[in-house]
C-alpha cells in the first residue's frame, strides 16, 4: 500500500487544518488508517486512527474534541479535520496504514506496516 498525504501548513493557535491521506496499491476493506505525529526532539505519537470497514476510532487524549478523523471508502481516504490548534500540536505528521489491525493495537505505531511522507503541522501562539 503506498501513502500520500496532503495539507498542513502554518496556522495561527486557535485555527482550524485538514490533512488528507490517499491509499493506492494493494488496499482493502480490512484497512486500517490513522495519523500519527512527531515534534523537534520528541518521540512519534498516535493521534488518531479510523478502520475503513465498520469505521472505529480511536484519538489520543490530547486531540480528542478539537480532531475528528474520517474516511472515504469509495476513495481509499482518510481525513484529519484538526481544530482547534495549538501550539503543541506544532509537528510532522505521519499518515499509515495497516491491514486487519485488532482493536487494541489500533493505536501502536508498530501495527502499521505502510508510511505516508510527512507533512509538516505549525501552530503559532
Known amino acids: 500500500v503506498q501513502l500520500q498525504a496532503s495539507g498542513g501548513g502554518l496556522v495561527q493557535a486557535g485555527g482550524s487544518l485538514r490533512l488528507s491521506c490517499v491509499a493506492s496499491g494493494r488496499t482493502s476493506t480490512r484497512l486500517t488508517m490513522g495519523w500519527f505525529r512527531q515534534a523537534s526532539g520528541k518521540e512519534r505519537e498516535f493521534v488518531a486512527t479510523i478502520r475503513l470497514s465498520g469505521g472505529t476510532i480511536r484519538y489520543a487524549d490530547s486531540v480528542k474534541g478539537r480532531f475528528t478523523i474520517s474516511r472515504d471508502n469509495a476513495k481509499n481516504t482518510a481525513v484529519l479535520q484538526m481544530n482547534s490548534l495549538k501550539p503543541e500540536d506544532t509537528a510532522v505528521y505521519y499518515c499509515?496504514?495497516?491491514?486487519?489491525?485488532?482493536?487494541?493495537?489500533?493505536?501502536?505505531?508498530?501495527?502499521?506496516?505502510?508510511w505516508g511522507q510527512g507533512t509538516q503541522v505549525t501552530v503559532s501562539s
Open positions: 499509515a496504514a495497516g491491514e486487519s489491525i485488532i482493536l487494541s493495537a489500533m493505536t501502536s505505531g508498530e501495527s502499521y506496516d505502510s
